[in-house]
Nanobody, 125 residues
Framework: QVQLMESGGGSVQAGGSLRLSCTVFGYSYGSYCMGWFRQAPGEEREGVVLINDDGTANYASDSVKGRFTVSKDNAKNTVVLEVNSLKPEDTAMYYC??????????????????WGQGTQVTVSS
C-alpha cells in the first residue's frame, strides 16, 4: 500500500520560513513525479510545484518562484519543499501527491494517484 507522509507545516509570521517534507512508503513501481499542491479555505486546490524523477522542477506560479525550492532525495524517498519569505496569501493546506511513471507529470490533479494527508501552513501579517 502506497502512503505519503507529510510533515513540517506550522504557523509563522510574514517573512518566515518552513520546511515541508513528504516521504513515500510502499511505492515499488520505479520512477514517479511528485507534486505539491495547496488549498486555501473556499478555494480550489492549486498546483505549487512539481518535481520529476530526474530532479527537474517546474514551478506552477510566478508568485512562488524565488521563494519556494523543491528537492528530492531518492535514497530517502523524500521530497522537500522549502518555503521562504512567506506571505499571508501563502496560508493554505499543503498536499504532496505522487504520479506514477505511467502518468503525465503536470499540474493536472487527475494525474496523481496518491495523496498525502496535508500539512497546514499559516502565515500571519
Amino acid at each position: 500500500q502506497v502512503q505519503l507522509m507529510e510533515s513540517g507545516g506550522g504557523s509563522v509570521q510574514a517573512g518566515g520560513s518552513l520546511r515541508l517534507s513528504c516521504t513515500v512508503f510502499g511505492y515499488s513501481y520505479g520512477s514517479y513525479c511528485m507534486g505539491w499542491f495547496r488549498q486555501a479555505p473556499g478555494e480550489e486546490r492549486e498546483g505549487v510545484v512539481l518535481i520529476n524523477d530526474d530532479g527537474t522542477a517546474n514551478y506552477a506560479s510566478d508568485s512562488v518562484k524565488g521563494r519556494f525550492t523543491v528537492s528530492k532525495d531518492n535514497a530517502k524517498n523524500t521530497v522537500v519543499l522549502e518555503v521562504n519569505s512567506l506571505k499571508p496569501e501563502d496560508t493554505a493546506m499543503y498536499y504532496c501527491a505522487l504520479a506514477g511513471w505511467w502518468r503525465s507529470c503536470s499540474n493536472d490533479r487527475s494525474q496523481y494517484d496518491y495523496w498525502g494527508q496535508g500539512t497546514q501552513v499559516t502565515v500571519s501579517s
